[in-house]
């Protein structure tokens, strides 16, 4: 089983493949148990404050798994609110140079819990540092004006804020196959795009543009479109195309979960699933994403989760 890699996606694997190389650059961390379960325990609060959705996948784990997949998210989460979320005196800039310093250290940073946590993980599952370093690098891009002239250019960004949470989680996880890179690349791509259509309305009020503008032009929108929030049939068709692509991407990359341990299938399949019923919502609601942010109800996750899981279970491990 193998998957047929797209012009757009052959620079992304590359990307990945690369990154993978660098994972023997990581050495064991010594802590004291307690303050390193303690920084554990505020990783999957912070979990649970930020991602119902994530929190709720990764809760389909072992134990270990769990924690670490948390510790993970964490540190994405931090080092995202630095450029989203930063309201202090500093310069943003400074801040994220200084993340990626105390991140990357092979050290065990004391003084900060998230990053406890996640050099702690980096090291017990030999998680390649070149995808932080990636994943850091796709977050500084919301620093600059952020437009992206066509589909080529946004999932280069999807691959760096996405694709790699997803590289670095199948460490985590566990993988028998270096065919997996593929699979995982795509399906952060489609997550991603996921985010950018129900967060349009809100990431315009941050100045921050991620429909390629190509395709934008190719239905007759212009950003005053999108700032005037129309939900007009140039809207629908748009959405429509944009929608199209994303369950596409989804049911590209599902089977890669068949190289992943078999402990691991349920969670991520969870994630994928789940997320895409986000795209059910944007459609009931006519494509509005400019007055409400799309969302699956608790109920709308349980009740798929048993389906999920009994396709998670059908899937053959990939040879």
Known sequence: ????????????????????????AVSQVTADRHMLDAAYAYCD??????????????GLLPPEKRRATRALYAFCRVSDNLVDSHDGPGDPREDLVVWREHILTPRLPADNPVAMAWSDTRARYGIPWRYAEQLINGVACDLQEVRYANFEQLAEYCYLVAST?????MHIIGFHSADAIPYAVRLGVALQLTNILRDV????????LYLPRDELARFGLEESDIESGVVDD????????????????YAESLPGIAYLDADGRFAIAAAAELY??????????DYDVFTRRAHLSTWGKLRRLPGIWWRSKMVESAP
């Open 1 to 24: 089983m193998s998957l047929q890699v797209q012009s757009w996606e052959s620079r992304l694997v590359t990307w990945a493949q690369s990154a993978l190389e660098s994972q023997n």
């Open 45 to 58: 609060q912070l979990t649970k404050a930020y991602s119902r959705t994530f929190d709720m996948a990764s």
């Open 165 to 169: 949470v997803g590289l670095m989680a």
């Open 201 to 208: 309305a809100e990431d315009w009020q941050d100045g921050r």
């Open 234 to 249: 140039r809207w629908r068709d748009f959405m429509r195309f944009q929608i199209q692509r994303n369950r596409r991407l």
């Open 276 to 285: 895409q019923g986000i795209l059910h919502d944007i459609e009931a609601h």
